[in-house]
Each structure stands twice: as structure tokens, then as C-alpha cells.
T-cell receptor, first 113, second 112 residues
Framework: AQSVTQLDSQVPVFEEAPVELRCNYSSSVSVYLFWYVQYPNQGLQLLLKYLSGSTLVKGINGFEAEFNKSQTSFHLRKPSVHISDTAEYFCAVSDTGGFKTIFGAGTRLFVKA | ETGVTQSPTHLIKTRGQQVTLRCSSQSGHNTVSWYQQALGQGPQFIFQYYREEENGRGNFPPRFSGLQFPNYSSELNVNALELDDSALYLC???????????FGNGTRLTVT
């Protein structure tokens, strides 16, 4: 069975500063990894995904994440955040042959002017 | 390309009642997954339907049931509603059972 731990429940950051949202997972099998973003009163939108290949994955809105198999991590980064990036971010994992995507508890990113 | 649509957007029910939530999947997607998101928490997997068959289930009691239709739209039914069932219910469609999920905006269910 897989599990996901998002290490920070809230991350406050000033506009134009860099940010890193941390995610660790556990699994005994090969996995796919995802980051989703949720704006208030909306569903989740896929930011980026790691399925195979390069461990550095680029997504929408200037976000990127790096898959580190030895540390079982998939941290999300952005070099310069905007006010509009304020949202809830969810890390998720699924095993490559399975059907279930497991989500972390979320990290609230709050960008201050 | 039409995305995932869910109806209704909001719903208020009384404890003990039954509710049906509906979801239209994105064009070309044959798989629908349902999630429950309680306030301040991540989505919890309820079940998945793949080509009209239940393909897997999370830790939810049998009073949570579902259907998928030939056009791949789906319903989530919850019987004997409890107060703890109050949550945002999210439907997500995907190209196949292990593909990335595309979410609708959810149905906010309040049980009083």
C-alpha cells in the first residue's frame, strides 16, 4: 500500500520569492507521482506528473518537481511565486499497475504582497 | 473539449436520507473515480469504475455505491446519510484506470 506525507501544512511566502513544497511517499512497488492544485471552491487541477524518464519534471504555471527515488521524495518548486499561486497543493501517488491514487493532506501556500 | 462536470453543485440533506450525485466524464475517458474531501483534508478514494465495472474500492461502507453508464458518465449513491458524510465529493475521469485524473469542481454535500 502507498502513502503520502506532505511535510508542511502551511507555507507563507512573499511574492517573487522562491518556494519549495515537500512531499515524501512510501511504496513497495514502482509508482507514478503527481502534484495537483486546488483553488477555493474548485476541484483539483493537475500541475505536473512523473511517470518515467527524467527525474526533473516541469509543469504548468512555472512549477517543477524532482523525483528522488532513494529519498522517496517528490518536492515541488517554483523560483518566483505570484499572489495568484495562493492555493492548496496536493501531492499524490499511484502504483503503476493499480487503480487508486492516494493523496496527501495538502499544503496551503499563502503568497503575501 | 468538454471537461468533467458534476451536478448538483450544492446539496443539503437530513441524516438518514439518501442522495445521488452525478458526473459526466471528459470526452474520450472511460474511467471515473470518486473521492470524498472533508474540510481541510486531502481527497479520500471511494471507488473507481472502468468500462462500467467497479475496478477498486477504498475504505468506505457498502452504503456508498455507484454506477457507470455506457457513455461513461457516473453516479455516486449514498444511503442512510450520516453527519460525517458532509464533505466535498469529487469526480475524476481518466483515459484509463492508471492515468492522471481530471477533476470536476465537486458537489458540496451538507448533512444536517
Amino acid at each position: 500500500a502507498q502513502s503520502v506525507t506532505q511535510l508542511d501544512s502551511q507555507v507563507p511566502v512573499f511574492e517573487e520569492a522562491p518556494v519549495e513544497l515537500r512531499c515524501n511517499y512510501s511504496s513497495s512497488v514502482s509508482v507514478y507521482l503527481f502534484w495537483y492544485v486546488q483553488y477555493p471552491n474548485q476541484g483539483l487541477q493537475l500541475l505536473l506528473k512523473y511517470l518515467s524518464g527524467s527525474t526533473l519534471v516541469k509543469g504548468i504555471n512555472g512549477f517543477e518537481a524532482e523525483f528522488n527515488k532513494s529519498q522517496t521524495s517528490f518536492h515541488l518548486r517554483k523560483p518566483s511565486v505570484h499572489i495568484s499561486d495562493t492555493a492548496e497543493y496536493f501531492c499524490a501517488v499511484s502504483d503503476t499497475g493499480g487503480f487508486k491514487t492516494i493523496f496527501g493532506a495538502g499544503t496551503r501556500l499563502f503568497v503575501k504582497a | 473539449e468538454t471537461g468533467v462536470t458534476q451536478s448538483p453543485t450544492h446539496l443539503i440533506k437530513t441524516r438518514g436520507q439518501q442522495v445521488t450525485l452525478r458526473c459526466s466524464s471528459q470526452s474520450g475517458h472511460n474511467t471515473v473515480s470518486w473521492y470524498q474531501q472533508a474540510l481541510g483534508q486531502g481527497p479520500q478514494f471511494i471507488f473507481q469504475y472502468y468500462r462500467e465495472e467497479e475496478n477498486g474500492r477504498g475504505n468506505f461502507p457498502p452504503r456508498f455505491s455507484g454506477l457507470q453508464f455506457p457513455n461513461y458518465s457516473s453516479e455516486l449513491n449514498v444511503n442512510a446519510l450520516e453527519l460525517d458524510d458532509s464533505a466535498l465529493y469529487l469526480c475524476a475521469s481518466s483515459l484509463s484506470y492508471n492515468s492522471p485524473l481530471h477533476f470536476g469542481n465537486g458537489t458540496r454535500l451538507t448533512v444536517t
